[in-house]
Each structure stands twice: as C-alpha cells, then as structure tokens.
C-alpha cells in the first residue's frame, strides 16, 4: 500500500489557469507538508499542517492556498498559475516530536506552466 | 549563503569505491536528516541523527554537533546508488518541525 500518494503526477497547464494537487497518507501521521524543488533540485517548505491546523507558511504567495480537510490529506490549489510555478511539488507527512521526526514523501507532482 | 551547504555538489564514483558526501550547517538543531532521490523523482529517507553514528547496510551517517558537520558514507559503491543525497537540518525548538535542505549532492558510480 501506498504511504503517501499525490494526484495527479504529472500537470502541464497554461499560464492564468487554477489547478489543484491532492495528496493522501495513510501513515496515521498527524503533520503533512508541502514541499517545492525548483530547476535546480533545490527544495523548500511551503506549508505544514498539525491535526487540519496551519503551522508553517513560508511567505508563499497567496494565490497558492492549502486545504486540509481532515490529517491524512492535504490538498494545494493555485490560482493564476504563473511560469515561475512550475517545478515538482512534494507532499510529505511525518509524526510529531523529538522521536518520531522522520518525514515520508510522496512521489511529487511534475507541474508545467507554459 | 544557504543555512544548509553540502559538498560536494557532483560526484563520480567507480564501482567498489568509498564515497563521502558532507553537510555543514549554520543554524542550532534538534536532528539532522539524509535523504535520497532517484532519477525518477522520489525522496526517500536515509537517516536522522542528533548525535553519534548511524549504520545502515553499506551506508553510514555520523553527525558532530560541536562542529555542526554531518558526513554520509557509502561503503563498497554501486551503480544503484547513484543518486541526488540532500542533508536537511530540523530547527531546534518549537514544535513546528521544519526542514531547512542543503543543495544535495549528485552522485553517478559507474560500472
């Protein structure tokens, strides 16, 4: 069984359009993240949500809005998809504390903005 | 300058060959992580550390908190590990539990 999974892999869309990510775990996990890779493989939070709560923003613009709708999922809509959006997204998931840090990714969303 | 600085960036290897890919850090931490990606995309985790030495098959990870170094080893190298190692620090304190990642380090072992 998948741990993390992301829908859908692969996203090549227009510049100005919406779009959505969706990510689910079913590690029981309590955080979920998102995470962005840019070009040059470099990756960076986004957003972390504890138990459908937002804890971490990382001064993403606010066209980009995370929905938790309950712990094991965490979907990222994009409104007014820009060419500096396209990258592989990660979403990741992990149990908090000092023990239980390891984080489990899914397996990225190629998104294509032309 | 990035928080999280690894080196180095590229690293070819041939097969059989000890590898080290290091990891420095500027910022205090509570736990230290190295992760793995494929060609095909996906990270997986290797370790998390917050202090001494980890062993893991042929790979090893050994963390010094004083000098804020971490260093990843691949004994007996093969073609299969030939992928991008990324360090990533977990800020100390708070329970936000966020990752700050190094610029990962591309490594080919060739056959």
């Known amino acids: 069984d998948t741990a993390v999974s992301q829908t859908p892999k692969y996203l090549v869309t227009q510049m100005g359009n919406d779009k959505s990510i969706k990510c689910e775990q079913n590690?029981?996990?309590?955080?979920m993240y998102w995470y962005k890779q840019d070009s040059k493989k470099f990756l960076k939070i986004m957003f972390s949500y504890n138990n459908k709560e937002l804890i971490i923003n990382e001064t993403v613009p606010n066209r980009f809005s995370p929905k938790s709708p309950d712990k094991a999922h965490l979907n990222l809509h994009i409104n007014s998809l820009e060419l500096g959006d396209s990258a592989v997204y990660f979403c990741?998931?992990?149990?908090?504390?000092?023990?239980?840090?390891?984080?489990?990714f899914g397996p990225g969303t190629r998104l294509t903005v032309l | 300058k990035n928080e999280v600085e690894q080196s180095p960036q590229n690293l070819t290897a041939q097969e059989g060959e000890f590898i080290t890919i290091n990891c420095s850090y500027s910022v205090g931490i509570s736990a230290l992580h190295w992760l793995q990606q494929h060609p095909g995309g996906g990270i997986v985790s290797l370790f998390m550390l917050s202090s001494g030495k980890k062993k893991h098959g042929r790979l090893i990870a050994t963390i010094n908190i004083q000098e804020k170094h971490s260093s990843l080893h691949i004994t007996a190298s093969h073609p299969r590990d030939s992928a991008v190692y990324i360090c990533?620090?977990?800020?100390?304190?708070?329970?936000?539990?966020?990752?700050?990642f190094g610029t990962g380090t591309l490594l080919a072992v060739q056959p």
């Open positions: 590690l029981g996990h309590d955080t």
């Open positions: 990533a620090v977990r800020n100390y304190g708070g329970a936000t539990n966020k990752l700050i």
């Open positions: 990741a998931s992990s149990q908090l504390g000092p023990n239980a840090d390891t984080q489990y």
